[in-house]
């Protein structure tokens, strides 16, 4: 596909211009994702995490650490996230997890749990604590196959069960779908189905080859664009939540048409501190922690157990080099190449990596899956009214 | 169904279908909002960002980045941040 250099685009169709969002990395981020434990009690066929089969829980010691930058980044901004993710939270333990939160004032919590362990403790728990809850599933009982536990058995009846949980309880939950293959008549199927489901928002995941998931993700055009075109249809219809992409792509459109496009990205890219179970620090990409590479190292930028969260953020966004140097660099080439830099803001560090071995390159099939065929999905639902 | 070639913008503000449709999520998110703020209870936290952006306060964008005023027309919506605080790397909030 080739674009022009210089995106003709939301200021006026006949002017290039310049997007002038994600210029290097910004040196407070919006939140953090912690890593309470290694483990989860499932094993998704598509799951990128290399150690969920272990329980390597985080020390408290480690969430005082991150909590110690954390808590004076909140205090300077009206929202700050912690997100607790990256294995299945809830299998740290009630206690454990507590535990970790403790030390954290003024920020949101979040969890993202594959709702399987959800009951009415966690209920209180999630109450008590005041934490926003994302659950993980793909659609029916077949959608969600790829959801198994450790013996292979479907994971469908329990996670439909702590649903029902959070439901009886009026505790609302968002909804992360991991779509496997788009195909004609999924985008209406999923829909209706999540609508019924009582979230009140749904973020639709194309699945991503990355980590130790070495599925392709090169899906036919057409699909895709027909998944996310039927979405918009289906969400027209019933706007009854809110669903994350197709909203996203709207909104967007809403702003290229009046002219305000450019304003939309953040103007620095948000470092993302994942803080992996032993403290060590990946920022930009949660998918990278724990993997090694020859050229890259460990992605890590330091330990929050030697240094200061904001002091390993400073270091690593005041003098990138490495891995993330070259994703900078990476960034300004989709920036100068890509027409769809303004709705997109760059390829994604670890779909670089993971895809193409380098973060040099531009555009992913994550790119063409989730960025580029869910507007042109969008534009195409538009176009045949 | 060749992918286009031809600049973003330009195939939306060409897209025939597409005022309509835009108008009609535009709707949707001031209802949401309004229906936010009249229960916020059902909503979460999210009516409280509501409420502010209802009154035209400038919301702090993430990242430590200002954020731009909201303007008077901007649609009152739910920030997907409250449920997706990860999406995209950056906030959906109302900017100007």
């Known amino acids: 596909m080739s674009h022009d250099r210089t995106v003709s685009g939301a200021l006026s169709p006949r002017r290039p211009v310049v997007w002038h969002g994600m210029r290097g990395i910004a040196s407070v981020p919006s939140y953090v994702i912690m890593q309470p434990t290694t483990l989860c009690n499932l094993d998704c066929a598509y799951c990128y995490l290399p150690f969920r089969a272990a329980d390597r829980k985080m020390p408290v010691a480690v969430a005082s650490a991150v909590a110690d930058t954390v808590n004076r980044w909140a205090a300077g901004t009206e929202r700050f996230s912690v997100v607790w993710h990256a294995g ?80 009886r309880r009026a505790i609302p939950f968002a909804a992360l779908c991991v779509v496997s293959a788009p195909t004609a008549g999924l ?40 998944f996310w075109a039927e979405l918009t249809a289906a969400w027209r219809a019933d706007p009854a939540i809110e669903l994350r992409e197709i909203e996203w792509a709207l909104w967007f459109a809403s702003n290229a048409i009046d002219g305000t496009a450019d304003d939309l990205l953040p103007r620095r890219i948000d470092p993302i501190p994942t803080i992996a179970h032993d403290g060590s620090v990946v920022l930009l990409s949660p998918e990278l922690a724990g993997f090694r590479d020859g050229r890259y190292g460990d992605f890590a930028s330091g330990n929050v157990t030697e240094a200061s969260l904001d002091q390993l953020v400073d270091r690593a966004t005041d003098r990138p080099d490495g891995w993330i140097a070259e994703y900078l660099s990476g960034v300004e080439e989709c920036r100068r190449s890509c027409a769809y830099f303004g709705f997109c803001g760059g390829a994604h560090a ?13 555009e992913t099939n994550h790119c063409r899956n989730s960025k580029i065929r869910l507007i042109e999905g969008v534009l195409d639902y538009a176009r045949a009214q | 169904m060749p992918e286009p070639s031809d600049p973003l913008s330009e195939r939306l503000a060409a897209a025939p279908g597409l005022p309509t449709l835009l108008a009609e999520a535009r709707a949707t998110w001031l209802a949401r909002a309004e229906r936010a703020v009249e229960a916020p209870a059902a909503t979460g936290a999210a009516a409280e960002h509501d409420v502010d952006a209802a009154r035209e306060k400038a919301p702090a964008g993430r990242g430590g980045e200002p954020s731009v005023r909201a303007r008077p027309s901007t649609p009152r919506w739910r920030a997907f941040e409250d449920a997706f605080p990860t999406f995209y790397q950056f906030t959906n909030r109302p900017r100007g």
């Open chain 1, 88 to 167: 299945e939270p809830l299998a740290a333990g009630r206690a454990h997890l507590g535990a970790l939160m403790a030390p954290f004032r003024g920020v949101e919590h979040h969890i993202q749990t594959n709702a399987t362990l959800i009951d009415d403790a966690w209920c209180d728990f999630f109450i008590e604590h005041d934490v926003r809850i994302g659950v993980s599933i793909d659609g029916d009982a077949a959608r969600t196959a790829s959801r198994v536990d450790r013996a292979g058995r479907p994971a469908y009846d329990k996670i439909q069960k702590g649903i029902e949980t959070l439901r």
């Open chain 1, 187 to 226: 985008g209406t199927e999923l829909y209706a189905f999540f609508r019924d489901l009582g979230c009140h928002a749904l973020g639709v995941n194309v699945e991503e080859q990355e980590g130790v998931n070495a599925r392709s993700n090169a899906f036919d055009a057409n699909d895709v664009r027909g």
């Open chain 1, 350 to 362: 670890a779909n670089r990596y993971f895809e193409q071995g380098s973060f040099a390159g531009t």
